[in-house]
Nanobody, 121 residues
Framework: QVQLVESGGGSVQSGGSLRLSCSAFGYTYSVYCMGWFRQVPGKEREVVARVYSINGRIYYANFAKGRFTISQDNAKNTLYLQMNSLKLEDTATYYC??????????????WGQGTHVTVSS
Protein backbone atom coordinates (compact mmCIF):
# COMPACT_ATOMS: atom_id res chain seq x y z
CA GLN A 1 0.00 0.00 0.00
CA VAL A 2 1.23 3.49 -0.86
CA GLN A 3 -0.13 6.70 0.61
CA LEU A 4 0.41 9.92 -1.31
CA VAL A 5 0.12 13.27 0.41
CA GLU A 6 0.21 16.46 -1.66
CA SER A 7 0.95 19.99 -0.59
CA GLY A 8 1.80 23.29 -2.19
CA GLY A 9 -1.39 24.27 -3.93
CA GLY A 10 -2.86 27.71 -3.56
CA SER A 11 -3.66 30.90 -5.39
CA VAL A 12 -1.31 32.72 -7.68
CA GLN A 13 -1.55 35.42 -10.30
CA SER A 14 -1.15 34.69 -13.95
CA GLY A 15 2.53 34.40 -14.82
CA GLY A 16 3.44 33.31 -11.32
CA SER A 17 4.88 30.06 -10.02
CA LEU A 18 3.97 27.31 -7.61
CA ARG A 19 5.66 24.13 -6.53
CA LEU A 20 3.62 21.10 -5.63
CA SER A 21 5.01 18.36 -3.45
CA CYS A 22 3.90 14.78 -3.02
CA SER A 23 5.24 12.67 -0.19
CA ALA A 24 4.96 8.93 -0.66
CA PHE A 25 4.59 6.59 2.27
CA GLY A 26 4.64 2.84 2.07
CA TYR A 27 6.01 0.19 -0.24
CA THR A 28 6.84 2.35 -3.25
CA TYR A 29 8.66 -0.46 -5.02
CA SER A 30 5.28 -1.78 -6.15
CA VAL A 31 4.89 1.04 -8.66
CA TYR A 32 6.74 1.74 -11.88
CA CYS A 33 5.98 5.42 -12.20
CA MET A 34 4.75 8.51 -10.46
CA GLY A 35 3.11 11.51 -11.94
CA TRP A 36 0.77 14.46 -11.71
CA PHE A 37 -2.73 14.68 -13.09
CA ARG A 38 -5.15 17.54 -12.97
CA GLN A 39 -8.88 17.91 -13.20
CA VAL A 40 -11.29 20.72 -13.78
CA PRO A 41 -14.92 20.22 -12.73
CA GLY A 42 -16.90 18.74 -15.56
CA LYS A 43 -13.85 17.51 -17.42
CA GLU A 44 -11.86 14.32 -17.39
CA ARG A 45 -8.71 14.05 -15.37
CA GLU A 46 -5.65 14.63 -17.56
CA VAL A 47 -2.03 13.75 -17.12
CA VAL A 48 0.36 16.64 -16.60
CA ALA A 49 3.72 14.95 -16.24
CA ARG A 50 5.11 11.58 -15.25
CA VAL A 51 8.41 9.91 -14.42
CA TYR A 52 9.21 6.21 -14.69
CA SER A 53 11.42 4.72 -12.01
CA ILE A 54 12.53 1.87 -14.24
CA ASN A 55 14.43 4.11 -16.65
CA GLY A 56 14.11 7.64 -15.32
CA ARG A 57 12.25 8.85 -18.39
CA ILE A 58 10.09 11.91 -18.03
CA TYR A 59 7.12 12.87 -20.14
CA TYR A 60 5.08 16.03 -20.22
CA ALA A 61 1.71 16.92 -21.63
CA ASN A 62 2.04 19.45 -24.43
CA PHE A 63 0.55 22.23 -22.30
CA ALA A 64 3.18 21.58 -19.62
CA LYS A 65 6.26 21.53 -21.82
CA GLY A 66 8.56 24.43 -21.17
CA ARG A 67 6.61 25.62 -18.15
CA PHE A 68 6.37 22.69 -15.73
CA THR A 69 9.13 20.51 -14.35
CA ILE A 70 8.63 17.20 -12.60
CA SER A 71 11.32 15.92 -10.30
CA GLN A 72 11.77 13.57 -7.43
CA ASP A 73 13.92 13.24 -4.35
CA ASN A 74 14.29 9.51 -3.83
CA ALA A 75 15.91 9.96 -0.44
CA LYS A 76 12.80 11.78 0.76
CA ASN A 77 10.31 9.73 -1.29
CA THR A 78 8.95 13.00 -2.57
CA LEU A 79 7.73 14.00 -6.00
CA TYR A 80 7.61 17.63 -7.09
CA LEU A 81 5.96 19.66 -9.79
CA GLN A 82 7.44 23.07 -10.38
CA MET A 83 4.96 25.18 -12.32
CA ASN A 84 6.10 28.44 -13.89
CA SER A 85 4.41 30.96 -16.14
CA LEU A 86 1.06 29.84 -14.87
CA LYS A 87 -2.00 30.60 -16.96
CA LEU A 88 -5.66 30.96 -16.08
CA GLU A 89 -6.35 27.62 -17.71
CA ASP A 90 -3.98 25.89 -15.29
CA THR A 91 -6.58 26.35 -12.59
CA ALA A 92 -7.49 22.84 -11.46
CA THR A 93 -7.16 20.28 -8.75
CA TYR A 94 -3.81 18.56 -9.09
CA TYR A 95 -3.39 14.94 -8.07
CA CYS A 96 -0.28 13.01 -7.34
CA UNK A 97 -0.43 9.48 -8.71
CA UNK A 98 1.56 6.28 -8.68
CA UNK A 99 1.09 3.14 -10.68
CA UNK A 100 2.25 0.92 -13.53
CA UNK A 101 1.37 3.23 -16.43
CA UNK A 102 1.14 6.90 -15.54
CA UNK A 103 0.04 8.01 -18.99
CA UNK A 104 -3.60 7.25 -18.22
CA UNK A 105 -5.96 6.99 -15.28
CA UNK A 106 -6.42 3.27 -15.77
CA UNK A 107 -2.75 2.69 -15.09
CA UNK A 108 -2.82 4.42 -11.72
CA UNK A 109 -2.98 2.35 -8.55
CA UNK A 110 -2.64 5.03 -5.89
CA TRP A 111 -3.95 8.60 -5.83
CA GLY A 112 -3.31 11.51 -3.55
CA GLN A 113 -6.16 13.54 -2.14
CA GLY A 114 -5.57 16.43 -4.52
CA THR A 115 -4.42 19.98 -4.04
CA HIS A 116 -6.13 22.92 -5.65
CA VAL A 117 -4.39 25.51 -7.78
CA THR A 118 -6.12 28.76 -8.68
CA VAL A 119 -4.58 31.13 -11.19
CA SER A 120 -6.12 34.58 -11.37
CA SER A 121 -5.60 37.55 -13.63
Amino acid sequence: QVQLVESGGGSVQSGGSLRLSCSAFGYTYSVYCMGWFRQVPGKEREVVARVYSINGRIYYANFAKGRFTISQDNAKNTLYLQMNSLKLEDTATYYCAAGRDCSREQGIIFWGQGTHVTVSS
